[in-house]
């Protein structure tokens, strides 16, 4: 079969099969092309999901005409001055116009400031009329209907109008995050009218209207630079989450991406503090050399690929976990507004389903090890530091007492008042109450010593009795043993066994029974994917975690005013003290103002 050269209009339409997936793709790179041209304003009309019409007006530049006849042909742009190396603008490859125009009705209307009037120019199914004189004022309008009329198998995989739409604002939302100097309107038949207006410099402010002003009153700001490489936005406290990962917002030199290391950075960050099925909320700007990143990695151009990826997730992690530990301990005002709520007649909370009480005074702890190794292990490791949980656990306790007075009011966590069923601490401060949670909160004091215990010592090993072999490429055991220094502390003792095998001599001891070849495969894969072996060490911290909540003060004991003292104290010495292992909030403050205006006071 002779080899021949496709259409232009079918190679468009196959350029068009990863450009534009559906409605929100076309809106994404008209929005983008909006924003490049130095638009402050924008306004999208949709109908139909987005199916049936899409309009976008801008304020930008505009385009002369023997610009705007280019722009609808195969990689014509104005943003590539200085190479792939040197991208600055969102968008660069100068296909999105021609694989819209051939899969769509496309019209565009564009005029430059100083020109007496503007142009247009039509393109349907790929055939473009010539370009004719049109009104308007300075800006561009561009115009998409019937998408997908001319590829109508694509309608078929097309969701549903109100799942299209909604498709649209999420890219609008977090476009708007990103530009906060521009004001972004989006209406149609097919929506109620969103409108965000435009804050300036005032991130934060662009952010509440995305997310909701809650975020603004729990989030810490980060701030943090690495070798070139910047990180700045905002975090959630691990306590204000989300049951999806919906409000995770990430931007690489201002462009909205979806990568899976930022995802899995921002995870390890929150490793311990959140709960299982439960998501942070927060949003990164990384702003780096854009030498040092490959935005051109897929057409859609929100995936990227960085020159140190192990160096980026570094400074994720790093930079957020340090934040919570200067910031992080406060309590989520969602949860006092909760607690407020239910003072409300008529209020029925619902229930959590995606936990339940770790302990509870009719169902006390009964810690099985699933091999009798596992205890000696675990005692071998962190006696020194379990020894004072485990004796504050005893019937005649023997925590670090402190006499406080009066002026321990003063207190970011005031002084103790009361001890109300067997396991909630009600303390006075300065202009309100803490209520604490006293098992959730001496398990994260007792997970804390036993983290500091993790980073200053070497984890003791299980040897085995007859050495594994794990059959890996060669490649992958290259990768393992630069990293074997730095795992032999972590207890995992392994050698090269030939070019394509890794012999695995010893595990940490902690981890008790464990499938040593199915372990250092997932670390092969991390390391070669992350450039980085945080999967041992995550699993070490799940079983510090576990011995934490087992040897920490029990729900259901009393104790006396003295010990209640010092465990605020401890709280307030502690980072991360605000949320136990499981992610769950430890105390829950109120203003004397929200208790006043439950009484009519205020």
């Given at each position: 079969?002779?080899?021949?050269?496709?259409?232009?209009?079918?190679?468009?339409?196959?350029?068009?099969?990863?450009?534009?997936?559906?409605?929100?793709?076309?809106?994404?790179?008209?929005?983008?092309?909006?924003?490049?041209?130095?638009?402050?304003?924008?306004?999208?009309?949709?109908?139909?999901?987005?199916?049936?019409?899409?309009?976008?007006?801008?304020?930008?530049?505009?385009?002369?005409?023997?610009?705007?006849?280019?722009?609808?042909?195969?990689?014509?742009?104005?943003?590539?001055?200085?190479?792939?190396?040197?991208?600055?603008?969102?968008?660069?490859?100068?296909?999105?116009?021609?694989?819209?125009?051939?899969?769509?009705?496309?019209?565009?209307?564009?005029?430059?400031?100083?020109?007496?009037?503007?142009?247009?120019?039509?393109?349907?199914?790929?055939?473009?009329?010539?370009?004719?004189?049109?009104?308007?004022?300075?800006?561009?309008?561009?115009?998409?209907?019937?998408?997908?009329?001319?590829?109508?198998?694509?309608?078929?995989?097309?969701?549903?109008?109100?799942?299209?739409?909604?498709?649209?604002?999420?890219?609008?939302?977090?476009?708007?995050?990103?530009?906060?100097?521009?004001?972004?309107?989006?209406?149609?038949?097919?929506?109620?009218?969103?409108?965000?207006?435009?804050?300036?410099?005032?991130?934060?402010?662009?952010?509440?209207?995305?997310?909701?002003?809650?975020?603004?009153?729990?989030?810490?700001?980060?701030?943090?630079?690495?070798?070139?490489?910047?990180?700045?936005?905002?975090?959630?406290?691990?306590?204000?989450?989300?049951?999806?990962?919906?409000?995770?917002?990430?931007?690489?030199?201002?462009?909205?991406?979806?990568?899976?290391?930022?995802?899995?950075?921002?995870?390890?960050?929150?490793?311990?503090?959140?709960?299982?099925?439960?998501?942070?909320?927060?949003?990164?700007?990384?702003?780096?050399?854009?030498?040092?990143?490959?935005?051109?990695?897929?057409?859609?151009?929100?995936?990227?690929?960085?020159?140190?990826?192990?160096?980026?997730?570094?400074?994720?992690?790093?930079?957020?976990r340090q934040a919570l530990a200067v910031e992080g301990d406060r309590s989520s005002t969602t949860a006092a507004r909760s607690m407020m709520a239910a003072f409300t007649p008529g209020f029925r909370p619902e229930p959590r389903r995606d936990w339940t009480p770790s302990a509870s005074p009719s169902r006390p702890f009964s810690f099985q090890p699933r091999?009798?190794?596992?205890?000696?292990?675990?005692?071998?490791?962190?006696?020194?530091?379990?020894?004072?949980?485990?004796?504050?656990?005893?019937?005649?306790?023997?925590?670090?007492?402190?006499?406080?007075?009066?002026?321990?009011?003063?207190?970011?966590?005031?002084?103790?008042?009361?001890?109300?069923?067997?396991?909630?601490?009600?303390?006075?401060?300065?202009?309100?109450?803490?209520?604490?949670?006293?098992?959730?909160?001496?398990?994260?004091?007792?997970?804390?010593?036993?983290?500091?215990?993790?980073?200053?010592?070497?984890?003791?090993?299980?040897?085995?009795?007859?050495?594994?072999?794990?059959?890996?490429?060669?490649?992958?055991?290259?990768?393992?043993?630069?990293?074997?220094?730095?795992?032999?502390?972590?207890?995992?003792?392994?050698?090269?066994?030939?070019?394509?095998?890794?012999?695995?001599?010893?595990?940490?001891?902690?981890?008790?029974?464990?499938?040593?070849?199915?372990?250092?495969?997932?670390?092969?894969?991390?390391?070669?994917?992350?450039?980085?072996?945080?999967?041992?060490?995550?699993?070490?911290?799940?079983?510090?975690?576990?011995?934490?909540?087992?040897?920490?003060?029990?729900?259901?004991?009393?104790?006396?005013?003295?010990?209640?003292?010092?465990?605020?104290?401890?709280?307030?010495?502690?980072?991360?003290?605000?949320?136990?292992?499981?992610?769950?909030?430890?105390?829950?403050?109120?203003?004397?103002?929200?208790?006043?205006?439950?009484?009519?006071?205020?």
């Open positions: 079969m002779a080899i021949k050269l496709l259409p232009e209009t079918l190679i468009n339409q196959i350029a068009a099969g990863e450009v534009i997936e559906r409605p929100a793709s076309a809106v994404k790179e008209l929005v983008e092309n909006a924003i490049d041209a130095g638009a402050t304003r924008i306004e999208i009309a949709t109908s139909g999901g987005g199916k049936s019409l899409i309009r976008v007006i801008d304020n930008g530049s505009g385009m002369r005409p023997e610009d705007l006849e280019l722009a609808v042909r195969r990689h014509c742009t104005s943003k590539l001055e200085n190479g792939l190396d040197d991208i600055r603008t969102l968008g660069f490859r100068g296909e999105a116009l021609p694989s819209i125009g051939s899969v769509a009705k496309l019209s565009i209307v564009s005029r430059i400031r100083d020109a007496e009037n503007g142009s247009e120019i039509a393109v349907t199914g790929g055939r473009a009329t010539p370009i004719r004189p049109r009104a308007a004022n300075t800006g561009t309008i561009v115009e998409v209907r019937d998408l997908f009329f001319a590829t109508p198998a694509r309608l078929k995989f097309l969701k549903t109008e109100k799942a299209e739409g909604g498709a649209i604002t999420e890219i609008i939302r977090r476009m708007a995050i990103a530009f906060p100097h521009v004001r972004f309107v989006i209406s149609g038949t097919d929506r109620a009218t969103l409108e965000f207006a435009a804050t300036g410099t005032d991130r934060l402010a662009r952010i509440a209207q995305v997310i909701g002003k809650d975020f603004e009153e729990n989030a810490i700001e980060i701030d943090a630079e690495r070798e070139g490489v910047r990180l700045t936005g905002f975090a959630g406290l691990p306590v204000f989450n989300r049951g999806n990962a919906a409000h995770q917002f990430a931007y690489v030199n201002g462009r909205p991406v979806a990568d899976k290391l930022i995802n899995s950075a921002l995870r390890g960050a929150y490793a311990e503090t959140v709960p299982s099925g439960r998501h942070p909320v927060a949003v990164l700007d990384l702003t780096l050399d854009p030498a040092l990143v490959d935005a051109n990695v897929h057409p859609a151009k929100s995936d990227v690929r960085f020159r140190d990826p192990g160096l980026v997730r570094g400074l994720i992690v790093g930079a957020i091999q009798p190794a596992f205890a000696e292990a675990t005692q071998a490791a962190f006696g020194d530091v379990m020894a004072p949980a485990a004796r504050s656990a005893e019937s005649q306790p023997s925590m670090r007492t402190e006499p406080v007075a009066e002026e321990g009011f003063s207190f970011p966590l005031g002084a103790a008042r009361a001890q109300v069923h067997e396991n909630y601490i009600i303390a006075q401060t300065e202009d309100g109450m803490v209520i604490v949670d006293q098992h959730a909160a001496h398990e994260r004091l007792v997970f804390e010593d036993m983290r500091k215990a993790l980073a200053s010592r070497s984890i003791p090993s299980q040897a085995l009795l007859i050495p594994e072999i794990a059959d890996l490429p060669e490649e992958d055991c290259d990768r393992l043993m630069a990293h074997a220094e730095e795992l032999k502390v972590l207890g995992l003792h392994y050698e090269r066994f030939g070019p394509r095998a890794i012999m695995i001599r010893e595990t940490p001891s902690m981890l008790g029974k464990v499938d040593a070849q199915g372990l250092i495969r997932e670390l092969a894969d991390e390391i070669a994917e992350w450039d980085t072996s945080a999967t041992l060490h995550s699993r070490l911290e799940h079983v510090a975690a576990t011995m934490a909540c087992h040897g920490s003060v029990r729900s259901g004991r009393r104790l006396r005013v003295e010990e209640m003292n010092a465990l605020l104290r401890q709280m307030e010495a502690t980072p991360g003290s605000g949320q136990c292992n499981h992610g769950r909030p430890t105390y829950i403050k109120l203003q004397l103002s929200d208790i006043e205006r439950l009484f009519g006071r205020s």
